[in-house]
């Protein structure tokens, strides 16, 4: 028997001697027959429920009380609320959701959302790492020849699923080379380890130590593009590009260099010193490689006494063979694909199959791929999107007096004859003579 229960009960005896002593008996009773029953209340009290209740439900509570609006939040995850000058509010509405980008798409194994390589624009750092893109030194180099198609080249192959190219033509191996092989590195594109990288510099083409400079740097087993196509008439085209700078540069001034970056004293000597050297070895080669232009096009080719003007660029450059045995030197014969820009315009089809096969891709390009754009007089991209080159490109020629035309149409002759010696391939352009 408990303590409580033996003195419950001795109380009880002694309440019958006397009233006050009753009083306090029929309390014991009532103490010892609902004892359970109070316990069971004290559990059940409401104070005890509040604190029992979890934080987000006596929150909720509250909020109704005070008729305020209400936000039930999900099972199993926190509930946070926001407050404004010490006053609940409403949460704020959920974000939309991002789409995920698609990974199985026809694109799947791109680095670019676009294959269009004048508008390229990463896709995720998460999606490239999974594609496995990163920055590396070209496969493929486009080095000329200057106005003979390269724009147009680069431009169709950047549609082949396969080859990634630079979309700025960035000049590191003949006036950017001080900037060092970090900085070309950097301003490459992004590639999957299928793709080829390409770059198109055509002023390469005549720069006699950049041959030297690519076998170093980047891989004697690197491809080599050269487009070249009718001297005649890729002169004149010259000349009216350099013409229209010209004119624009009067009224624009000089363009912003958008790749060079701001550079230190340090810098701007070792730029210079490059610059010493580089006009040393155009010197010591008998190179000319800036044009000289006069206020037409047959004052800047022939000069006062008849003679074709060898040391102008806009003739010089046309001087092919002179400058592919230069890059033979470096570069075995099977590791250089020279390409017939004439034919190239009539049909690009066969010039980019042709290409494919050199370069090691899948087969891509068909006719499907390509209209003729009556107005501009040239090919475009029809699928997989409709793209055409600007309208900069294919700029109308001037008419040119037939004497200047014949007169470098004979200075050309010789250098066009050894060309196909060289190559062991004939060009378009030389059906004009029986012997070609």
Same mark, same amino acid.
């Given at each position: 028997?408990?303590?409580?229960?033996?003195?419950?009960?001795?109380?009880?005896?002694?309440?019958?001697?006397?009233?006050?002593?009753?009083?306090?008996?029929?309390?014991?009773?009532?103490?010892?027959?609902?004892?359970?029953?109070?316990?069971?209340?004290?559990?059940?009290?409401?104070?005890?429920?509040?604190?029992?209740?979890?934080?987000?439900?006596?929150?909720?509570?509250?909020?109704?009380?005070?008729?305020?609006?209400?936000?039930?939040?999900?099972?199993?995850?926190?509930?946070?609320?926001?407050?404004?000058?010490?006053?609940?509010?409403?949460?704020?509405?959920?974000?939309?959701?991002?789409?995920?980008?698609?990974?199985?798409?026809?694109? $799947?194994?791109?680095? /670019?959302?676009?294959? +269009?390589? !004048? %508008?390229?624009?990463?896709?995720?750092?998460?999606? #490239? @790492?999974? &594609?496995?893109?990163?920055?590396?030194?070209?496969?493929?180099?486009?080095?000329?020849?200057?106005?003979?198609?390269?724009?147009?080249?680069?431009?169709?192959?950047?549609?082949?699923?396969?080859?990634?190219?630079?979309?700025?033509?960035?000049?590191?191996?003949?006036?950017?080379?001080?900037?060092?092989?970090?900085?070309?590195?950097?301003?490459?594109?992004?590639?999957?380890?299928?793709?080829?990288?390409?770059?198109?510099?055509?002023?390469?083409?005549?720069?006699?130590?950049?041959?030297?400079?690519?076998?170093?740097?980047?891989?004697?087993?690197?491809?080599?593009?050269?487009?070249?196509?009718?001297?005649?008439?890729? $002169?004149?085209?010259? /000349?009216?590009?350099? +013409?229209? !700078? %010209?004119?624009?540069?009067?009224?624009?001034?000089? #363009? @912003?260099? &958008?790749?060079?970056?701001?550079?230190?004293?340090?810098?701007?000597?070792?730029?210079?010193?490059?610059?010493?050297?580089?006009?040393?070895?155009?010197?010591?080669?008998?190179?000319?490689?800036?044009?000289?232009?006069?206020?037409?096009?047959?004052?800047?080719?022939?000069?006062?006494?008849?003679?074709?003007?060898?040391?102008?660029?806009?003739?010089?450059?046309?001087?092919?063979?002179?400058?592919?045995?230069?890059?033979?030197?470096?570069?075995?014969?099977?590791?250089?694909?020279?390409?017939?820009?004439?034919?190239?315009?009539?049909?690009?089809?066969?010039?980019?199959?042709?290409?494919?096969?050199?370069?090691?891709?899948?087969?891509?390009?068909?006719?499907?791929?390509?209209?003729?754009?009556?107005?501009?007089?040239?090919?475009?991209?029809? @699928?997989?999107?409709?793209?055409?080159?600007?309208?900069?490109?294919?700029?109308?020629?001037?008419?040119?007096?037939?004497?200047?035309?014949?007169?470098?149409?004979?200075?050309?002759?010789?250098?066009?004859?050894?060309?196909?010696?060289?190559?062991?391939?004939?060009?378009?352009?030389?059906?004009?003579?029986?012997?070609?």
């Amino acid at each position: 028997m408990s303590a409580f229960t033996y003195n419950a009960r001795k109380l009880c005896r002694l309440g019958k001697k006397t009233r006050p002593i009753l009083v306090m008996t029929t309390v014991c009773l009532f103490l010892l027959v609902f004892k359970k029953s109070l316990l069971k209340l004290q559990n059940d009290s409401p104070q005890q429920q509040v604190v029992q209740k979890p934080i987000h439900e006596r929150k909720l509570q509250e909020l109704k009380a005070a008729d305020q609006p209400v936000v039930t939040a999900p099972k199993n995850t926190s509930f946070h609320f926001q407050r404004t000058n010490n006053k609940l509010n409403k949460p704020k509405s959920k974000p939309v959701k991002k789409l995920k980008e698609p990974d199985d798409d026809q694109n $799947a194994n791109q680095c /670019y959302q676009m294959r +269009d390589c !004048s %508008r390229m624009k990463p896709v995720s750092p998460k999606l #490239r @790492k999974k &594609r496995g893109c990163e920055k590396r030194l070209p496969d493929t180099l486009i080095v000329g020849v200057k106005k003979a198609g390269t724009s147009a080249l680069k431009s169709f192959l950047c549609f082949h699923p396969d080859v990634i190219a630079s979309h700025f033509e960035l000049h590191y191996f003949d006036v950017r080379y001080f900037l060092g092989i970090e900085w070309y590195l950097d301003n490459l594109p992004y590639a999957t380890p299928k793709q080829k990288v390409m770059e198109k510099t055509p002023k390469y083409f005549i720069y006699p130590d950049v041959p030297r400079k690519i076998c170093d740097d980047i891989s004697p087993s690197v491809k080599i593009i050269i487009i070249v196509r009718d001297p005649v008439t890729r $002169a004149i085209s010259d /000349y009216v590009h350099e +013409d229209e !700078s %010209r004119e624009r540069m009067k009224v624009e001034g000089q #363009r @912003k260099d &958008r790749l060079t970056p701001s550079l230190s004293p340090e810098m701007e000597a070792i730029r210079n010193i490059h610059r010493r050297i580089d006009k040393q070895n155009i010197e010591r080669a008998g190179l000319n490689i800036f044009p000289k232009l006069g206020e037409t096009f047959e004052d800047s080719v022939v000069d006062a006494n008849g003679d074709v003007v060898r040391t102008n660029a806009i003739v010089d450059s046309g001087i092919y063979v002179v400058h592919i045995l230069r890059w033979l030197e470096y570069f075995p014969r099977n590791q250089i694909l020279i390409i017939d820009g004439d034919a190239f315009i009539k049909d690009p089809v066969p010039v980019l199959q042709q290409v494919e096969n050199f370069i090691g891709v899948s087969s891509y390009f068909s006719r499907d791929n390509f209209y003729f754009d009556e107005e501009k007089h040239f090919y475009c991209v029809s @699928k997989p999107e409709k793209s055409c080159m600007p309208k900069v490109k294919g700029r109308k020629h001037p008419n040119i007096d037939p004497k200047v035309l014949k007169k470098l149409r004979e200075f050309y002759k010789p250098y066009d004859k050894w060309l196909v010696e060289v190559t062991g391939q004939n060009y378009t352009w030389m059906k004009y003579d029986k012997e070609f």
